[in-house]
């Protein structure tokens, strides 16, 4: 009998606190929303600087022993079942500074026109790449070069290395013939 008596009842502090509560997660929202917007113009406004920290890491991957160490003694450069798992370093050693020559010659093989695309994202790179590893009668060239494809925007990035003892530079391009993406 006493169910029966009970109805519905609106007090205006329930409004109140509905609307605030609604009010704080809609300004969450907004404030959260402005933040990913600015992060995204940040990143994709300028994307010359997209390609310029591309190829930054690329050559900090490079200069380290890749993962594991000795992967070019355990990947088949023609099977490319046996790349899984592989991080391409040229390093003889984590100081980076001495390079593999079979770790080179592993990895250009791996860069032919047949297996080009799996190995950029064996080295995590979105775009194209070319390597040349330069210096005392080295001239070494990986991946695709940019003057043949009509290159609209390049990331370049040079470390010092040796190979045998002798000094080298390497230089890292990370570029595209598409336009990019500006926000």
């Known amino acids: 009998m006493l169910a029966k008596n009970l109805r519905a009842q609106f007090w205006s502090f329930d409004a109140i606190f509905a609307v605030v509560i609604f009010g704080i997660a809609l300004a969450l929202l907004a404030y959260t929303w402005f ?3 600015t992060q995204l113009s940040i990143v994709y406004g300028n994307g010359a600087t997209l390609l310029q920290m591309q190829a930054q890491t690329v ?3 490079l200069l380290t022993t890749g993962a594991p160490p000795n992967w070019q003694g355990i ?3 023609s099977n490319t079942v046996t790349w899984t798992g592989v ?3 040229l390093a003889l ?3 980076g ?3 593999s020559t079979s770790k080179i010659y592993a990895l250009m093989a791996m860069s032919n026109p047949s297996t ?3 190995s950029k994202q064996m080295l995590g790179v979105g775009y194209d790449y070319y390597i040349e590893i330069i210096g005392n009668n080295y001239n070494i060239t990986i991946g695709e070069n940019p003057s043949t494809y009509n290159t609209l925007t390049t990331g370049v990035y040079q470390e010092s ?3 045998n003892g002798a000094p080298v530079t390497v230089m890292i391009m990370i570029w595209t013939n598409q336009p990019l993406a500006v926000s």
């Open 35 to 37: 933040g990913v917007n």
């Open 59 to 61: 050559a900090k991957q």
């Open 75 to 77: 990947i088949n450069v």
């Open 87 to 89: 991080g391409a370093g």
């Open 93 to 95: 050693s984590n100081s």
């Open 97 to 99: 500074v001495a390079l």
């Open 116 to 118: 080009y695309q799996l």
């Open 161 to 163: 290395a040796t190979i």
